[in-house]
């Protein structure tokens, strides 16, 4: 009984650890579109940078004495003018002169061509990233805590704290608010609102590049397709908990992260083998075509109509 | 202080104003009255540049408003109130005053700027903490009011500020207008509310389909027997 105990709560740590991923994710997609109504199918792709520029760049760190994380500074800067980029160079043309549709078909095809040209640059193979940081493991109350999967949810927690503070108490944060929620009564307030949407898209991006880093210290490998997946779950996270709402990403994260470990765990036994364990991706987008139906708006959505 | 000559604004083909010309001077409420349609909102957004023009000026303290780019205009000294009174209905009142000193960094001015908010809407205060989105349709044309004089305008443009509103609180509303005025601010009124809004106005355009039908002291136009049977139901 103690073991099942303990393996169970190894299951939720290890839930908490990708769901805190799937959050920082889901923050990008969330933030974008509260801003310009626009699903940034890009996103994910942006975790694959970030994956590549910590594989290129940890050999470099460590050669020059410093610990490996570090590398997560050009991670950040690499992703963020990715981000800057694509919105100035892709969406920003579309988005004034075309309608919503061309936009997301924009970003579909964004996606598409990050992946392509890493697989040109970088080759199709998946490359090993070195080693990010090692964490003593921990024992708490006779349970086994990896100190790695301890350290990735803490910079999570601490990352989603920091969003948080900066949106409500920033005068940016503010500014980011406002023009989500009324653009043109923004710009009255003498809002510039195109910097405020490259600033959004630099945040959105930055935390991309700590989603990467905190995704390859568990699962260190660097492929072109690696945002591909986590970025679709981050995504139904984002909807899940209400998109264009920050607590909401969070929370649809660390939903995501728990029902995936926890199913990956136990729908075997649960079932008596009929659903494998090889199905907890089904029973995600499972949870997406149900939130669609059920309460389209997400957890933490309000119902209200279009705006006119 | 505004001077707008010859405007032109079109709506892809559809010609919304034609050859627009209206002046405020410093110290003035002129309002812009007319019906449904007529043109008035499109002639505040294209003042303040949240619709561009086809050809036409629009001089403001010697500026030429229509290359200064929309979101530099309050810097100026300029502020719209917008129709619907498009306040930020997920922040608190205070967040929303904050917002209209966005422009500002001096922090004890701000604070001053708040305090004579909270002043001439002492109902803002009482509600200060609360999201505006909960607040009554009154209470949120207060709060666009006062966002609009955070940020210490010479001049503030005004959409429909009794849209909507109980003829108690139309009342409250225009009795603030009259005391801007009195401290000297300088209003441009948009409203179909054309008796309480000639009230309270020095002089007056009224907007035909796009033109200008009419002008005058405001007085007159009260008085003037094609205004009284088209727009004040005499």
């Known amino acids: ?308 | 202080m505004l001077k707008v000559e010859n405007l032109n604004v079109a709506y892809g083909s559809i010609h919304a104003l034609h050859d627009i010309s209206l002046t405020v001077n410093d110290g003035e409420v002129v309002s812009l009255i007319g019906a449904n349609g007529a043109g008035k909102t499109t002639t505040l957004h294209t003042i303040t540049g949240l619709k561009g023009a086809m050809s036409g000026t629009i001089e403001y303290d010697g500026t030429d408003l229509r290359k200064i780019e929309p979101s530099h205009i309050i810097k100026l000294g300029m502020a719209h109130v917008p129709e619907g009174r498009h306040v930020f209905t997920r922040m608190s009142v205070q967040e929303n005053l904050e917002m209209g000193s966005f422009i500002m960094n001096d922090k004890a001015e701000i604070k001053k700027n708040m305090d004579m908010v909270y002043e001439y809407f002492p109902r803002l205060k009482e509600r200060k903490k609360q999201l505006a989105g909960t607040l009554s349709g009154g209470e949120q044309q207060m709060l666009a009011m006062g966002r609009a004089l955070m940020s210490n305008p010479k001049i503030v443009l005004m959409d429909e500020p009794s849209m909507g509103l109980s003829p108690l609180l139309v009342k409250e509303i225009f009795h603030i207008i009259k005391t801007l005025h009195d401290n000297g601010i300088t209003v441009l009124l948009v409203e179909q509310n054309a008796k309480m809004a000639l009230a309270v106005s020095d002089r007056a355009y009224v907007l035909e389909t796009g033109t200008i039908s009419m002008s005058g002291k405001a007085s007159d136009l009260l008085r003037d027997d094609k205004v009284k049977k088209a727009y004040l139901g005499a």
């Not at chain 1, 974008?32 to 996103?43: D, E, P, S, T």
């Not at chain 1, 549709?101 to 579909?108: D, N, R, V």
């Not at chain 1, 100190?147 to 920033?170: C, E």
């Not at chain 1, 009929?274 to 309000?302: M, N, R």
Request: with cysteine; charged share 10%.
């Open chain 1, 1 to 308: 009984m103690g073991t099942q105990v303990s393996i169970f709560i190894q299951q939720i740590i290890n839930g908490l650890k990708i769901g805190s991923v799937y959050a920082l994710v889901a923050l990008g997609y969330t933030m974008v579109y509260g801003i310009i109504r626009l699903i940034n199918f890009a996103h994910g792709d942006f975790i694959m940078v970030g994956s590549y520029v910590l594989l290129y760049t940890i050999p470099i760190m460590v050669a020059c004495g410093l610990p490996a994380w570090t590398a997560i500074i050009l991670a950040v800067t690499a992703c963020a003018a990715v981000g800057v980029t694509v919105e100035k160079v892709a969406y920003k043309p579309v988005r004034e002169k075309g309608t919503k549709m061309s936009a997301l078909i924009t970003a579909i095809a964004m996606s598409l061509f990050l992946e392509n040209l890493a697989q040109t640059v970088f080759g199709a193979s998946p490359k090993p990233v070195g080693t990010i940081f090692s964490f003593p493991n921990l024992e708490l109350a006779g349970i086994k805590l990896n100190g790695n999967t301890m350290l990735t949810i803490a910079i999570g927690v601490v990352m989603m704290i920091a969003l948080q503070l900066f949106v409500k108490k920033t005068k940016m944060g503010k500014a980011m608010r406002a023009v989500s929620e009324d653009g043109e009564a923004a710009i009255l307030m003498g809002i510039n609102k195109n910097r405020t949407i490259s600033i959004t898209f630099a945040i959105g991006s930055a935390l991309a590049a700590v989603a990467s880093l905190m995704y390859c210290a568990s699962y260190p490998q660097a492929t072109p397709t690696l945002g591909s997946m986590l970025g679709l779950k981050a995504f139904i996270a984002a909807v899940l908990g209400g998109i264009g709402i920050i607590p909401g990403a969070m929370l649809g994260g660390i939903v995501v992260g728990l029902v995936e470990s926890l199913t990956k765990a136990y729908i075997g036994t649960l079932t008596g083998g009929v659903i494998t364990s090889a199905f907890s991706d089904a029973i995600v987008f499972g949870i997406l075509i149900v939130v669609l139906i059920v309460k389209p708006s997400g957890i933490l959505g309000k119902n209200v109509g279009e705006k006119v």
